[in-house]
């Protein structure tokens, strides 16, 4: 039923991490700045 196409090449996730890492990292970090200055609200 389905057809047996050659697997697709895997996929190096190490970069894909390191980004969501860094982009966790600059949220936090802008989320924190920002509600020190008082341009955002504490969440809940």
Not at 1 to 10: E, G, I, L, N, Y
Request: charged share 20%; glycine share 4%.
């Amino acid at each position: 039923m389905f057809d047996q196409s050659p697997a697709a090449d895997p996929v190096d996730l190490a970069p894909l991490h390191a980004k969501i890492g860094q982009l966790a990292l600059e949220n936090d970090f802008l989320e924190s700045a920002l509600t020190k200055a008082g341009l955002l609200s504490a969440k809940p």
